[in-house]
């Protein structure tokens, strides 16, 4: 395994893991694939500014100056409507998938894959 620089280490400790350690395990074989840790780096700094966009959703407290482009927006929205019905469907299928994915009208598949991009955890 390569050495990893110490300004990937150091991001790897600043960074809020919204996952679990998969999630570090996942970015570490990244770089091991690709060879390179910039692309890592890179794709870290894009989750901040968006984790940071997320913390920013309130418009009345928004600035004359800040401006959020209305694609981004739009889809923090989607996705948080999204995240609030599907943990709400699964809650009431006690977290059975396929009845969910039913009662969703999509796939078992795109619960799955939507459940991951949602972050969403079985409390």
């Known amino acids: 395994m390569p050495d990893l620089c110490q300004s990937l280490l150091d991001r790897f400790g600043d960074y809020k893991w919204q996952g679990n350690v998969l ?8 770089v091991i694939v690709l060879g390179e840790e910039s692309f890592v780096l890179h794709e870290m700094e894009q989750a901040t500014v968006e984790q940071d966009d997320d913390d920013v959703l309130d418009l009345e407290q928004l600035g004359d100056e800040e401006v959020l482009p209305l694609k981004k927006i739009s889809k923090r929205a989607s996705m948080n409507a999204e ?3 599907i943990r709400k469907v699964l809650n009431q299928t006690n977290w059975n998938r396929k009845k969910a994915a039913k009662i969703l009208q999509i796939s078992y ?10 972050q969403i955890e079985n409390r």
């Open 23 to 30: 999630e570090l395990e996942n970015m570490i074989k990244r």
């Open 83 to 85: 995240k609030k019905v």
């Open 109 to 118: 598949k795109a619960l799955l894959y939507k459940i991951k991009e949602c």
